[in-house]
């Protein structure tokens, strides 16, 4: 804007010289949501919005998916930790999400909420309160405080404190690490508490909750939000699949998962996903759903090295009835051009594959010596180069558009028999708990929460799901090569099972990366 100047603070500075601090999320659900709603009504002609889904009240289908982790693409419980929770917590109605989304975070974690948490709510522990003004504060979490407003409402009911000095105990609470303000309300909480005939390992508990909020904890405002978005999500993934995934993949980058790992999970949800195609294929978006069928076909966009001008000028000029042969298209684009889309093999309506599409640009191209009429000069068509290999193929698919439509690579060195022995992601639940296994895949995610004590988290995806590690600090040091470079990965381990959660507890890494299909 003309005459304004944007500056850039750091948000502590400007809670020490008393300015007002506003968070402006820019939530890329928001947008997938968006574009997913505005694909149903272009395709079956219903008229949806977040208030007639969130409005309409829970779905059983959609809250059986999501208690068997089924939560890739659907916001807030996408993540590692989140899909670990979703078998534990069962959600079955909508304030359920709204605790999953507010439990599973550094504030909970650290001040002991959790188990306790999941024992009371499934009948393992009493749930006691030491007065009916506790009860009322903490009922609806089993005696627990989830939220920053029930710490809040805590300290008031139990110790006393004004509202004022409530207020300041929250702001303390976001910034003790950095300045220390909360010890000073320690004795004023105890004391307070004790005088009100609360014992004191009752409030010495609460005092230590109260720090863990310190690291990060939810307001139920906030997480009550952020549920409406998550439920709606999660609805559209089970109801409009192939609408949900095309919304998300024209909403990337956002979210914990690659264009690749979309697709893959696109298609085990029953969504065709078709090539990129010269005469079908559009620009403006990654993907675009076909009409009358639940399918996804990609976009031009997801090609690297594809210059806009270039392909809209090809999409200008495609007749109706679509483009015939390569050599049509020599006119409008340079070489350059129709080599990448040759690598990303969006000329099989030709009946040719990328090798031999590529040859003919090349042999047509006037400036290469193939081009010279030598005694070895032969007519392009005589010449056919032999077809990739299932292998090849998928190198060149992620190398020119990061996700392949074939087969999966560890599915491929499974043929080969390349691997050696191996359970696969879908047959872990008949492994028993505590026994040796080996598994195998690609390096998909590495996550180290500040909470885990140095504990990395790993997901490795083969053909048939993905495999979730947990690899302790100690294995990491002794094995550092494998565990930081490792695209393609072995590992041997320990199977553990906690109802229906299932993780490997990493031995001996293995560093795949460098076989060959």
């Excluded at 968070?23 to 002609?45: N, V």
């Excluded at 404190?161 to 303390?172: I, K, P």
């Excluded at 639940?429 to 790993?458: M, N, Y």
Aim: proline share 4%; aromatic share 8%; net charge positive.
């Amino acid at each position: 804007m003309p005459n304004r100047s944007v500056i850039q603070w750091d948000k502590d500075d400007l809670e020490s010289l008393g300015l007002l601090k506003v968070d402006i999320l820019s939530l890329g659900m928001l947008t997938a949501i968006r574009k997913s709603l505005s694909y149903i009504e272009q395709l079956e002609g219903k008229t949806l919005s977040i208030a007639s889904i969130a409005g309409a009240g829970d779905d059983e289908k959609v809250y059986k998916r999501l208690q068997k982790g089924d939560s890739v693409g659907v916001f807030q419980i996408e993540s590692r930790a989140q899909m670990n929770m979703l078998p534990r917590m069962r959600p079955e109605s909508y304030y359920d999400l709204v605790v999953q989304i507010a439990i599973v975070r550094p504030g909970p974690i650290q001040g002991d909420m959790v188990h306790p948490y999941l024992r009371r709510r499934w009948g393992q522990e009493i749930v006691r309160y030491p007065s009916p003004e506790v009860e009322k504060v903490l009922s609806r979490t089993f005696g627990v405080p989830i939220f920053q407003e029930q710490v809040i409402q805590l300290a008031m009911v139990a110790a006393g404190f004004t509202g004022g000095e409530a207020d300041q105990l929250r702001r303390a609470m976001a910034a003790w690490k950095r300045s220390g303000k909360l010890t000073k309300f320690k004795n004023k909480l105890v004391e307070g508490m004790t005088a009100r005939g609360y014992s004191t390992d009752f409030a010495d508990r609460l005092f230590r909750q109260i720090q863990g909020f310190g690291e990060y904890g939810f307001p139920e405002s906030h997480s009550a939000s952020f549920a409406i978005l998550a439920y709606v999500s999660a609805w559209i993934k089970t109801y409009h699949p192939a609408a949900f995934y095309c919304g998300l993949l024209n909403s990337q980058p956002m979210g914990f998962y690659s264009a690749s790992q979309l697709v893959q999970d696109a298609s085990k949800h029953g969504v065709i996903c078709l090539p990129v195609c010269i005469n079908k294929s559009e620009w403006q978006h990654k993907c675009v759903l076909e009409k009358g069928k639940a399918a996804i076909r990609l976009g031009f966009r997801i090609v690297k090295g594809l210059q806009i001008e270039k392909i809209e000028k090809l999409i200008m000029h495609r007749p109706l009835s679509g483009y015939g042969s390569v050599a049509e298209l020599k006119t409008i684009i340079s070489n350059q051009q129709l080599e990448t889309l040759a690598s990303a093999n969006v000329f099989q309506v030709f009946n040719t594959d990328r090798y031999n599409a590529r040859w003919h640009i090349l042999d047509e191209c006037s400036s290469l010596p193939v081009h010279e009429k030598t005694p070895y000069y032969q007519d392009e068509d005589s010449i056919r180069l032999p077809s990739p290999t299932e292998g090849e193929n998928t190198l060149e698919d992620f190398a020119s558009m990061g996700l392949t439509l074939g087969q999966h690579p560890i599915a491929l060195l499974d043929k080969a028999q390349k691997l050696g022995k191996h359970c696969l992601a879908k047959d872990l639940h008949k492994v028993r708990h505590g026994s040796v296994v080996t598994v195998a895949g690609l390096v998909t995610c590495r996550q180290r929460p500040g909470t885990a004590s140095g504990v990395t988290f790993i997901t490795l995806e083969d053909q048939s799901g993905s495999i979730n590690l947990v690899v302790w600090q100690s294995t990491a040091r002794a094995q550092n090569t494998p565990f930081i470079s490792a695209k393609l990965l072995k590992v041997r381990g320990i199977l553990e099972r906690h109802g229906d959660v299932i993780h490997v507890i990493a031995g001996r890494l293995t560093d795949m990366t460098w076989l060959e299909f």
